[in-house]
């Protein structure tokens, strides 16, 4: 088997259940659902190269790019994780044409149960991408706007109410409790009537669509055992990662030997056997 660079898992959801694949070369996908119960290892090769550029690095920079990619790249600055940062409108975008396409666009806010109950944001096409991404077992859409600022502003907004991050242990352990969305939406929109109407005249009409009839998504995870203590795996530390396969859910594979963040390990280059 070549060796090839991890990339993050390609998902889809299909009747509910999350579907994983991993890219071993352009258009090779290998099908992941189905090696769940079976032996599959990952064998680092000691070489990442840059997801953007390809060069090699030593070091991995804003999740797998060279260090001269993570200062140039749009899709490496602050506002990207604190989209309540951007600065396109002051013409200060590291790209501006990235920005155009990716940031001033169509964004949702939205609540879901990944270790608990979360406030996040995604851009509308990556709907439900990013919830499986990140583990969510349930997402329901709040508002839809019509910038990631925009959506940066309710999230920090909602985030003095509810959980912006997902605890990633509790969620691998997947013992969640249920919880009725419909409900943390509506009495987040009551303690919040005033400030979201406000954000709303401050930023223009026909900026920001509440939603009130939007459908709870639900996700399950091909997972046979969920693990009782969380080991965390890494290339860098084990060089071969890997055993039985016991489940995949967000980036993670879950090993019976440990657990491994493949979206981390973006660049690292591999060798698969199963
Ligand atoms: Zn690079």
Redo the contacts with the bound molecule.
């Keep these: 088997m070549d060796s090839f660079n991890l990339d993050k898992m390609q998902t889809c959801l299909v009747n509910g259940n999350a579907h994983y694949k991993m890219e071993l070369c352009p258009g090779n996908l290998l099908e992941l659902n189905s090696l769940v119960g079976k032996s599959l290892w990952l064998l680092y090769q000691d070489i990442i190269n840059?997801t953007?550029?390809?060069?090699m690095?030593k070091k991995s920079f804003s999740g797998g790019?060279?260090y001269?990619?993570s200062i140039k790249l749009a899709e490496c600055d602050i506002c990207i994780l604190k989209p309540e940062l951007c600065h396109f409108a002051n013409g200060t975008c590291r790209e501006p044409q990235w920005g155009q396409s990716h940031c001033m666009t169509d964004h949702y806010v939205y609540l879901a149960n990944s270790s608990g109950l979360k406030v996040g944001i995604t851009r509308a096409g990556q709907v439900p991408t990013r919830w499986i991404d990140q583990g969510a077992v349930a997402a329901l859409p709040i508002l839809k706007v019509s910038t990631r600022l925009q959506s940066g502003l309710f999230e920090k907004l909602f985030a003095t109410e509810v959980k912006d991050k997902t605890d990633w242990r509790k969620m691998l352990k997947g013992q969640n409790e249920e919880i009725n969305l419909y409900d943390s939406r509506d009495s987040l929109f009551e303690l919040f009537g005033e400030q979201i109407d406000s954000l709303e005249s401050d930023l223009g009409s026909g900026q920001i669509t509440v939603l009130e009839d939007e459908t709870m998504v639900k996700i399950s995870y091909p997972i046979l055992e969920y693990p009782q203590k969380i080991n965390s795996l890494s290339l860098e530390k084990d060089k071969k990662v890997g055993g039985v396969l016991k489940g995949i859910k967000g980036q993670y594979l879950l090993f019976d030997t440990g657990v491994i963040n493949i979206r981390s390990h973006t660049g690292y280059k591999i060798k698969i056997e199963y």
Excluded: M, S
């Design positions: 840059c953007h550029c390809q060069k690095t790019y060279c001269p990619c």
